[in-house]
Every structure is written in C-alpha cells, then in structure tokens.
C-alpha cells in the first residue's frame, strides 16, 4: 500500500480551511498541516470592524475551535509562515525552521492592504485594517484619539471602517476617487442612496477627489484632498483595496499574473502546488472576496486529494449591512452594459435589476428590502429571466 500523503497548506484563512477540510473529506490518511502566519485560528474576518468598535471580541470571531482541527486530524501551526518552497523537490522552509516534504501544497496566503504612495503614508496615525491584531490597534487608537478620522476608499471595508470609528466617537470623512460610494457593488444611483443614509448618521464625503498628501509632525496631522482641501485627522485609515501575497510562488518560479495564475483544479503551473483565495488569478480574476475564496479553497482541496474537479468561476455577491442598511448586491451591475434596467426608488428602499438583451437577469442591487434576495441571486445564478412576468 502507497504511503500517505502529506498535504501543507499555507495560510489559515477561509480558502486554507476550507481546502484542508475537503482533503480529510477525500482522503481519510493523509498527512495535513495548515501553517498560518497569524498568532490566531481561523476567524471571520469579514466580522472585523465589529470587532474595531467593540460590539464583538476576540473568541466570537473565531469560527472553528480546537475540537474542529482534532476531530479531522488537522495539525494547525499557528503564528508560523511558509518562506520559501523548492518545486523541484517538492519542499518548503517554514519560519520555525521546519522543512516540509509536500506530496501537494496549497498557497492560501491572501492579500495585503494596498497603501497608494502618498506623501506622508509613514506617519503614525496612518492605518490598515485586514487583522485581528489590526483591529484591536485600531481600536486602543481610535479610542485614545478621539478626534477626526479621514477614511481613504469608500468601498465596503471603507465604509464598514467609518462606521465603526464613528461609532467610538471620532468624526469621519470619507474620500473616494471614483463619484459615488461602494462603486464596485452599485450604481451611482445605489450609491447616492447609502450615502443619504450615512450622511443622516453624520458622515460626511468627498467624491471624485483624492488624498495628495497626509501633513504631521511625526504624527498625522491631517489630509490635503487634490483641490486644495485640508481636512484636520488625528487618524487616516485607508481601505484602498488589496494585493494579493504572491512573494513565495514568484520566488519559486511560478507563473504570476495580479495573483498566483491558476488552471480550473486551481493547479499553479508548478505541478503539485495549487492556490485558492485572494492571493489567486483564476481565469484572469482575482475576486478578493469571502464566497470565491470559499468555493475555490473547497474545491482546490478535493483536487489535491484526487477528485476530478473542475471550478469555473464565482458569481460575485456581497450581502452587507452598514449602519443597520441592508445592501444585497450580485453578478454584473455596470449600468453602461446593460440597457435594459428596472429600478424602484422608494426613499431609502432602492432596488435595480440588470438583464441582458434576451430578458435574463444578470445583476441586481437591493437596498433596505432584502426579501426577493434568494429568488433573484438563483436567477442571475442560472442566467434565467426574471420579473415582469419571467419569475
Ligand atoms: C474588514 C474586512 C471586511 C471584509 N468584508 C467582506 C465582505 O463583506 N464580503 C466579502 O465577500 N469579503 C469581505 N472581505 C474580504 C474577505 O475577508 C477575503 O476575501 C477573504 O478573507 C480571503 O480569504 P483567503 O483565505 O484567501 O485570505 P485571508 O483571509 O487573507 O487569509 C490568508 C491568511 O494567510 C496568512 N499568510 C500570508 N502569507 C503567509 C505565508 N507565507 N505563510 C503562512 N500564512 C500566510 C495571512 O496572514 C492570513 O491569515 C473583507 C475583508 C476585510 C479585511
């Protein structure tokens, strides 16, 4: 009988665990080690900013406890990195100074905060927010300081983020280049709805403008915007998207793209080594996002224990709440596309959906009434009409 394999996977977020889960799924013997650089198990990060303003702590965040790991014979490393790998001989160096000879490896390593380079990014005061340990600095800051916080990106982190500081008492201007908010998930009509909302909670925007530069004396002081504005910050959080963490495959070798290029078993070019999540490119897209993360970890795991797996690709929905503002967005909603749209605008009820020339739904937004959300995300799912009759 074949020995059993060894599988490591590096990165312990939702496609490391994921992936580790659907190999004990496929094959009962194998070996499996999940090496994470963070000093904390898997957790829901997307949960963080509850965590920044203090409506969530630490274990409440954690989303698999040690019986987990126990019960499907996972050796969890926490704390501990993958540094570098040989593909020819099929091993790694880990930062505790294990080597590790792999039989399959995943690269599950994420992304990383993008600060743009602005004048002034190194002063303290300025902020990322993608960790628990992030979230926690951000709060003991935010609560010290007290004052007025400038958030650079006015997509779903940037406003969750403004929220939150919000919530601890600091004045929050929010500054995106692009004219409306969340321009990834809405329209500019969407846009302009939420942002009626969060300026009634006493946010306040600047559109269609950047950060020139970030002023202090050793500490931020406050933020010059490209016409002249400067608005006083005594913290300047900026949520200006990600990058996804490709150094170990490019020092391997590996083919790179935005991400870590991977083919539909989410196999890399180097045979053997996969990759899921933020840190892959998949069909040239790299999603960034918790449900294309978990579909792809899965679905990369069953292919390192042998299934025949075929991943095309993710529907991308994101399903939010911010201030108590429930918005439901999925598929395609860039309105130059399609044509033929259908909205309702009732105050604070905003609702668009999106088809293609055939009457199929393609997209939709939906904000603060969520109850047609199943039924829509199966049409644009399925490609299927829906509404004025289809559904
Ligand atoms: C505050 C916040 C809110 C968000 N909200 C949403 C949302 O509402 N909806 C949504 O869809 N998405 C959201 N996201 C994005 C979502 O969290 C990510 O898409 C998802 O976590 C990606 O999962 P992943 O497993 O690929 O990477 P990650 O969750 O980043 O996990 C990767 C892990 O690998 C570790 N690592 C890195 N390098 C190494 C190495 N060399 N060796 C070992 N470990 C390594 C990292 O430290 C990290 O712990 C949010 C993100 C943040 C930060």
Redesign the pocket.
């Known amino acids: 009988m074949a020995n059993p394999s060894t599988y490591l996977v ?7 665990i994921e992936a580790a889960a659907a190999i004990r799924d496929n094959d009962n013997d194998g070996r499996i080690l999940v ?4 000093p904390h198990p898997f957790y829901a ?2 949960r ?2 509850e965590l920044v303003d203090g409506r969530l702590e630490v274990d409440r965040l954690v989303l698999r406890k040690e019986d987990w790991y126990r019960d499907h014979r996972i050796e969890l490393m926490q704390g501990v ?2 540094d570098n790998i040989e593909t020819g001989t099929a091993t790694a160096r880990l930062s505790d100074g294990t080597i590790v000879s792999f039989d399959r490896l995943l690269l ?4 990383t905060p993008f600060v743009p380079p602005i004048s002034g990014a190194e002063l303290d005061g300025v902020c990322t ?2 960790t628990i340990d992030d979230a926690l600095a951000l709060r003991e800051l935010a609560s010290r300081e007290s004052g007025s916080a400038v958030v650079v990106g006015g997509g ?2 940037g406003l ?1 983020v403004s929220v939150a500081l919000s919530n601890l008492g600091m004045s929050v201007t929010v500054v995106d280049v692009s004219p409306w908010l969340l321009s990834r998930q809405l329209d500019p009509e969407g846009g302009e709805v939420i942002r009626g909302i969060l300026e009634r909670r006493g946010l306040e925007f600047r559109t269609a403008t950047t950060v020139e530069s970030i002023s202090g004396h050793g500490r931020v002081e406050g933020v010059d915007l490209a016409g002249g504005e400067h608005i006083p910050a005594s913290l300047v959080l900026v949520a200006a998207g990600v990058r996804p ?1 490709v150094r ?1 495959a490019r020092e391997a070798g590996i083919e790179i793209g935005r991400g870590i290029i991977v083919d539909d078993s989410l196999e890399t070019s180097a045979p053997g080594v996969f990759a899921a ?3 892959a490119e998949h069909r040239g897209r790299v999603y ?4 294309a ?1 978990q579909a792809q970890g899965r679905a990369a795991g069953a292919a390192m224990a042998g299934k025949d797996v075929r991943y095309e690709g993710t529907t991308p929905s ?1 399903t ?1 709440k911010i201030a108590d503002v429930a918005v439901f967005s999925i598929g395609r909603v860039d309105v130059e596309a399609r044509p033929d749209t259908d909205t309702v605008r009732d105050k604070d009820v905003y609702r668009r959906l999106f088809r293609d020339s055939e009457g199929c739904l393609n997209g939709a937004i939906l904000i603060n009434d969520l109850s047609e959300r199943k039924a829509i995300a199966n049409a644009v799912e399925a490609g299927t009409p829906y509404g004025h009759g289809g559904g």
């Open positions: 590096a990165g312990a977020g939702v496609a490391g090496a994470g650089a963070e990060r997307l963080l900013c990195r993958l599950a390593t994420g992304s927010l993608r779903l982190l969750e963490n170990v999540g933020d840190c960034g996002i918790w449900p993360s994101n939010l």
